[in-house]
């Protein structure tokens, strides 16, 4: 085996199981880092491309990109890294560093940016990212519990940055799952009034638990009436449609509806619904490096972690039934066992 050689988990096929897979990385570039694994989450994402749900997969394809790991090896231009440390790559692994949004710090939309499982991704023993995007992991924060963070966590993040959200906004959840309990734990914890929606009365007392002030049954709109002119932003985590009539109402006059949950569907919202409160719909993909750091910072800071449960990663498609199968609180996280 050279040290060029990544031992991994790859599909060959959508609807395929993952198996063992070893490729040659080849030459470490010089803006690269390469990585040595310790835990790497399953995201619903990573079911996506394995499946080529979105037409964009290429096989073998090897996915994961929620990466908790050990710099064993740094590229001639890298800076500011070193061997040994405690880092993280979430879903982009490399971007052109050159285009206007790259250079204005918003690398997470450059055009030319490269998702992690497209760059051969964490479901290994080591991974390779641009040395932009390798995250410093702060003091007093879990590895075995960090990864979904740099997915999941910064894209239930993002919106607090991107619309300027302060303590005293007001804001709802919709959807308890993998994204937004991590939300509520934020939400709360930047000081925030919090609103949860679910369907699943069996979970209030975890929802409360993990930081809402407040919780609206989201199978039934007549529950809303309480609650309309009272939101400065909803963050909906779902890829389901909704009445999403019913939430605009709560909005107060220039709030935001935000998707971070990918509904396929077209969504219907009157222009009026718009107009009238100068309220709008919005949406962000994850974050830039400084977004994943800042957010790494606040949440060693306020000791925020995903809810997870851990798998050997040998044990990689036990671990993705459990997650197919909706029995997931709330994340799953595969620990390397190649050694």
Known sequence: MTTNTIRAYAVHAPHSPAERYDYDAGALKADEVEIKVYYCGICHSDLSMMDNEWGTSVYPLVAGHEIIGEIIALGSDTKGLSIGQMVGVGWTAESCQHCDPCIGGKHHVCKSAVPTVLHKGGFADKVRAQWQWVIPMPDGIDYAKAG?????????????????????????????????????????????????????????DEIYALGAHHILDSTNPDSFADAKNSLDLIVSTVNVPLDWKAYMKLLKPEGKLHMVGAVLEPMSISAFSLIGGAKSVTGSPTGSPIHLRTMMDFAARKQIHPVVEEFPMSEINDAIRHLQSGKARYRVVLKNDFD
Do not use: D
């Open 148 to 204: 979904p963070l740099l997915c999941g966590g910064i894209t239930v993040f993002q919106p607090l940055l991107q619309h300027h959200i302060q303590a005293h906004h007001k804001v709802g959840v919709i959807g308890v799952g993998g994204l937004g309990h991590m939300a509520l734990e934020f939400f709360n914890a930047w000081g925030c009034e919090v609103t949860a929606f679910s369907s699943n009365p069996n979970k209030y």
